[in-house]
Structure formats: C-alpha cells, structure tokens
C-alpha cells in the first residue's frame, strides 16, 4: 500500500500533507559536487560558464597574492577567482570564489581594475551611460570594499569642459600613459575613428599623483593616424587633420554628418622592448589583433607609423571578429601574460566557439620585452562544465544505481554536419551522500548526429504513470520547435531504456516560441501530464492535456498563470516544483531569463495565484537565461538546485534552508477503507474523513470521475461496467494526504 502512495505521489508531486510551517529558505554555491571530464577532475565545476571574457587582477582575500576578476559582456555578470597553490603543478591556480561577486559594486560595460590614488589598492573603472564611474578601493585586511569615488569622469575638451566619453561598444585604455605617475585614458572620439588621448593633469597641476583631473591635448589627431574599417590605417596626419599640407577628407566639417560608430578595444603595452608604448587594437570587423608601433615619444606626442595585421607573430589572435586583449599577470611568475576574448555581447550568427574563448599567451619573455606564447584557448573554461551557451540540466537516476545522474542541453556547437545542438551525459558514480559525476558522452542517443535541433532542453517526468521517468527534449529544429517523448521502456528502478527510432513527436502548445520553458506535470490531477510554459515575455501559460497520456492534446487554460505582475521583462522563466524545505508541500520555483530566482507557494487550485515566499537575493546574479533542475544530491532530504546559466555552464547550489519536521498525521490511516476487496461489482468505501474519491487505470487514466464521500461514513460504488484488472482508488482532500489504494475487478 505504502509502495503505491508512493507511485502515485510522484506522478502528482504538489500535493502536500501534514502541518505547513513557514520556514525560511536558502541557498549557497558550492563546488562540493566533484565533475570529471576525460578522467581529470575539474577544479571549478559549477562556475556557470563564460563566454566573452574581460580579466581584471586585484586583491580579493588576504594572501599577498593578487586574485582575479572576470566580466563576462554575455551575461554582464562578474566572476571571481582566488589564487592558490597549484594543485596538480607548480606556480598558482584559479578558484572560483563567488562570494566576492555579490560585494563587488555594480559593473557594467567593461571593467578595468588599476590603482588610480597610489595607496597599493586597484580601484575599479567602468562603463555608465557613454561615461566612466570610478570606484575606490576601501578593502582593509581582507574585508573587500568599494565605494563611488567619481560619478562621471570629465575632461577639458576642445570646447571646454565635458563628460569623458566613452562608446558602449568600446574598450578604453586605462593607465600611466605618459609616465608621470597619474593615470591616464585613451579612448575613442564619437566617430570611433580617432583616439581621444585624455591626459591626467594632477602631477602637472597640484604635485600630486592621486587626482582624475583630465584634458585632452590640443590636437585633433592624436598618435597621426585614423582608422575606419578593418585594419584601414592611414599615417601621417598632423594634429589639425592634414596630410603633406592636404586636408583629410575623413575629419568633419562643422555640422557634417559623423561616420556611424562601430566599435573598438585598445590595449597598450611595450612590444618590442624599445621603451615606446605601442597599441593592440581590435575592431568589430575584425577578427584578429591590429598592432600599432611607436616611434615617438609616450605622451601627447606620440606617433604611430606602421601596424601588423595579426597579434603575435606567431599564432596570433583570430576570433570571428572583435576581439579584445587583456595584460594580466595569470601564472604567478610576476610577468605580465596576455590574454584575448571577444568583446561582443552575443554570438552573432553562431559563429563563436563559447567553450574554448578564453586564448592565455604566457609570456616567456620579459615585461619590457614581452614574448607572448599560446598555450590554451580554453583558461579557466577548462576547469569547469562549459557546454558554449545555454545549459538546460536534467536530473534522473538513468542507471538504476539509487543516485541522480545529469543530461545537460545546450545551444549547438559547430560540426561537420553544421552548427547542432544534442545532450551531454554525466554519470554520478559517486553516492547518494556524495555525488560525483563523470562525462560519459558529450552526445546522448545520438541526437546530435540524428537530428538537425540546436538549443537542446531536457526534461524528466512520468508521463505514462507506470512509475518510471520518460525523457522530454525540446529543440529547434530547421524550420520549428520540436518536441520529443522518449518512453522509458524499463520498470521502475531499472536503468532507464530510451530510443530516438521510437521516439514520439508530442504537438507544440499553441503560442509556444524559440527559446520557452516546459515544466510537465498532471496539474489538474487526471493522470495526464499537462504542460506550463515559462513565455518569453514573462508569463506562464497553462496547457490542460485533454489527449491521452502519451498521445496528448495540449489546450490552452490560462495565459497569465499564477497572475504573476509582467511590469518588467523577465524573458522565459524556467519552471520546477519540489518540496524544498519537508513541510510536505511542494514550491514552485522559477528561473529567469534575466538572472532571478524565486520560489512560490503554488495554489490549491489551478486559477489561483502564486504567492511569493523568497526572491533569495543573497544569490546575487547567477547569469541569465536561467534553466532550473532540482534534486537531493548529497542526501539531506532537501532538494538541491541545479541551474543552467546562458554560459554554457552550470551553477550548484546547495539547499540550506531550514528543514521543517513533520511530527504527526493525526488523519492518516493505516487500514484498508475499500472492501471488499477483490470485488466483482459493488466496492464499499470508509474513507477516513471528507473529500472526493476518483478511480484510475495504473496508466493514470480515469476510469471512474469523481464524487464527494463523507468520512467515516459507508458508501458504495458500482464498478460493473469495469472490465477486470488492478486499479487505484485516490482520496483527495484540500490540507489532507492524498490516499491511494489499490482495487482488484475480479469477475
């Protein structure tokens, strides 16, 4: 009997029991999960990915060593990484560490750490609205801290005083240009085709090296060139925008229409040891590395005469196009390396490799000298779960082993038969306490080679009620969504048996877009998986399956479910139910494109609304384009979280909330309340209190609707026009255990 309640709760998993405690929930990111990948353990599991990658060093904790800061355009998040010992090698190695990422201050854009005041802590530089906020760094003995030090940068232009401006598609340069001590920005004009040279006057004019007092020297063309397109350099113009006594036709005119402004980074560093600062110049046309040699002074004289197409020599940068370079000292040799991503905010036209977009060039030479040698394309991506973008997790025990065992989706990546999207496959070989998984296949039944999907979403449920999970996958295929069900072939607690030849193509829900959500479940408890969808738009639509169990026929219920407000874009939600703290009720939660987790009390009934319990700000900003997968993992009872982020990867958060103890079910009954039992036509019921009885096939169809019965009263129903066989009787009842029971028709 016991075993049947328990069959049946798990096909209709928001229906609770007991007392209802009001407990407050938590979680907190962990790496604790070991992930392995070709046998090698990764140091950094459950980063969540990254795609376009911005690297600052600074002083996080209190080791003396600097650490890490990573900004990320794609899902404009921070990521943050201590120096440690080398685990598996010498010199240092990166841990993620993201508690420093919800103390760090608000970034936006581009980041640039550099220590503007001289007090031996880097300050933080970024993006605002076309301008540049400085943040100061008041960390002391290991306590990180910044506050706003200058709202708006602004410099002495050539028609008096102005915001410093800076292009959102641009990159600056932020550093002792000039060698004087106080810190200086070259950026880019308006017209993204000269650089503005914003030299810091505080030495000149106070004495002092601490002040962000600029101005922009009195020539027009600073460094004697421009640029326009990929690598259309033209030399040898003066400051006033001639060339051999001829005006150049690309400066404006008073009131004359400016070239549209495409986008640009800059970095500057000595590259051939001559003492002059050239400049490592990316474009958004461009896919590799322009260098700019000076010839001249480092300065407001500078002069640049000549470039290289590609950045280094050897093996220089090449992404599809826009790339930026970073000088970070990331191996703990105290010499500056280099290190290139693209600038972009998404990938255009598929055509970036989001797993492998990382290039770290060690510098074997000198900082004076820099002699830049590739070494990977993949840093810090290497130590992590990086599917290239979007993670859509799976939880299900696929080997029958007792632990849960991970599918993961993802957006597509280039193959031989074109850009395509399948599942990767992690085994958990660990334990039910202690879970660990291993990659098993980066191509799950095949569906990559099969099929013609990108952006992959798997998801578990028990669609036929037969006790087993069934595997749903959504994807794009080349002219539509798809949706497939893969029926589990194997009995309960066996290793699951699907196949792709007889796989079932289920109808999309109506309205359903690129990119929405599916949560299956029997919402309105008829032994048929219906479907909500997490809209692009926000809301959530509820499809009633008014088909069979298998063969379903999705009808559209309500499109505003739960009447959540949509006063803002949130993009698609993923959708999950679990119990997550034993009240025996479970909440549902949603996972934003827009990077919220909330958790929800779900209604008794379908039309009511969902009612907040936490929005878990003390998550911070997990990524974007969240997608949630819950389940116990390390056997506390708690159902965990998983949550695929646009990066590519996965974030682990461990379930810390407060556990509610269910001490008593004063109507629970023990006995049997059918009888008699087998029967041949007349079934008498006792039900242990009020509510309404329903019969069901073991397929979960109902067989028998339903009627209200009196507790502890008799009342009789008539099975004659069943044909014989096993079925199950449900009592349900609003604030009660649903009770199943099981009823043979023997004739």
């Known amino acids: ?87 598996t090698g010498s010199g240092i ?13 608000a970034l936006s854009g581009w980041v640039i750490a550099v220590d503007y005041d001289g007090d031996g802590r880097k300050d933080l530089f970024s993006l605002i609205d076309g301008n540049v906020r400085v943040y100061h760094n008041d960390s002391q003995t290991g306590k990180v801290a910044f506050s706003v030090a200058v709202s708006e940068l602004m410099t002495q232009g050539f028609a008096g005083r102005q915001i410093l401006y800076v292009s959102p598609a641009d990159l600056p340069a932020i550093l002792d240009y000039d060698d004087d001590g106080d810190i200086d920005i070259l ?12 030299q810091n006057m505080s030495v000149e004019r106070t004495g002092k090296k601490d002040g962000l007092d600029f101005k922009r020297p009195d020539c027009f063309y600073w ?24 005006s150049v036709p690309l400066k404006p005119a008073t009131g004359a229409a400016r070239p549209m402004h495409s986008g640009n980074t800059l970095a500057v560093m000595d590259t051939d040891g001559d003492g002059k600062k050239d400049l490592l110049f990316g474009a958004v046309s461009c896919p590799g590395v322009a260098r700019l040699i000076n010839v001249a002074t480092n300065d407001s004289a500078a002069r640049f005469t000549r470039f290289d197409t590609l950045f280094p020599a050897k093996n220089p940068v090449l992404f599809p196009a826009f790339a930026g370079v970073y000088s970070e000292d990331v191996d703990g040799d105290g010499v500056r390396d280099l290190l290139a991503s693209p600038f972009v905010d998404q990938n255009d036209n598929d055509l970036y490799d989001f797993r492998a ?7 074997a030479g000198t900082n004076a000298k820099p002699d830049f040698q590739l070494k990977q394309k993949d840093f810090l991506q290497s130590e992590m779960v990086d599917l290239g973008e979007n993670a859509v997790p799976a939880l299900a025990d696929l080997d029958g082993d007792g632990d849960m065992d991970l599918l993961v989706g993802y957006a597509g990546a280039q193959t031989t038969k074109g850009y395509r999207a399948g599942i990767w496959q992690f085994e958990n070989k660990g334990t039910g306490q202690n879970p660990a998984f291993a990659l098993i296949t980066t191509d799950y039944l095949s569906l990559a080679q099969s099929l013609t999907l990108v952006n ?138 827009d990077g919220k987790v909330k958790l929800y009390q779900f209604p008794d009934a379908l039309t009511g609304p969902l009612t907040l319990l936490d929005s878990l700000p003390a998550l911070g900003s997990p990524g974007l384009k969240l997608a949630a997968a819950t389940a116990d993992l390390d056997g506390d009872a708690l159902p965990d979280l998983l949550l695929g982020t646009g990066g590519g990867g996965l974030r682990y958060l461990k379930n810390t909330s407060q556990k509610v103890v269910i001490t008593g079910l004063p109507t629970e009954t023990t006995g049997p309340w059918a009888f008699p039992n087998p029967t041949d ?46 079925y199950l009787l449900r009592l349900t009842a609003s604030g009660k255990a649903t009770l199943v029971e099981k009823v043979v028709v023997w004739k």
């Not at 190695?93 to 201050?105: D, G, R, S």
């Not at 977009?357 to 510098?363: D, I, L, R, T």
Request: net charge negative; glycine share 10%.
């Open 93 to 105: 190695a990166w841990q993620y560490a993201p508690a420093y990422e919800t103390i760090l201050p």
């Open 187 to 198: 950026t880019f004009d308006p017209t993204g085709n000269l650089i503005a040279y914003q």
């Open 1 to 87: 009997m016991k075993k049947l309640c328990t069959l049946w709760l798990a096909l209709i998993p928001w229906v609770g029991y007991g007392q209802s405690a009001s407990a407050p929930f938590g979680f907190q990111y962990s790496q604790q999960p070991a992930v392995s990948v070709d046998g090698r353990a990764l140091l950094n599991p459950w980063v969540g990915g990254l795609n376009a990658m911005q690297f600052a060093t600074l002083r996080l904790n209190d080791d003396n060593r600097d650490d890490l800061l990573v900004y990320d355009r794609t899902s404009r998040k921070v990521s943050t990484f201590v120096a440690i010992d080398n685990p």
């Open 223 to 246: 460094g004697h060139f421009l640029k326009e397109f990929c690598n259309d350099f033209v030399f040898g113009i003066d400051c006033d925008g001639t060339q051999s006594g001829k």
């Open 681 to 726: 036509r007349y079934l008498t019921i006792r039900a242990p209190h009020d509510g309404q009885v329903e019969l069901l096939s073991l397929s979960g169809q109902v067989v028998l609707a339903g009627q209200s019965v009196k507790g502890n009263t008799e009342q009789m129903l008539d099975l004659g026009s069943l044909s014989e066989g096993t």
């Open 456 to 593: 992959t979403m798997p998801t578990f449920a028990d669609v036929d009620g037969n006790g087993s999970m069934d595997l749903i996958v959504t994807g794009t295929g080349a002219s539509s969504l798809e949706i497939r069900l893969f029926v589990n072939a194997a009995a309960k607690g066996a290793p699951v048996q699907y196949s792709l030849p007889t796989a079932v193509r289920w109808p999309n829900p109506d309205l359903m877009q690129l990119g929405e959500r599916l949560l299956v479940a029997d919402l309105d408890r008829d032994g048929k998986a219906d479907v909500l969808l997490g809209k692009n738009n926000g809301l959530i639509h509820y499809f009633r399956n008014t088909g069979t169990a298998t063969v379903p026929v999705f009808q559209l219920q309500s499109q505003n479910f739960g009447n959540l407000p949509t006063t803002f874009y949130t993009g698609a939600s993923s959708l999950a139910l679990a119990d997550l703290n034993g009240d025996q009720k479970n909440e549902f939660i949603t996972a934003s494109g």
């Open 357 to 363: 977009s990382a290039w770290y060039y060690k510098n």
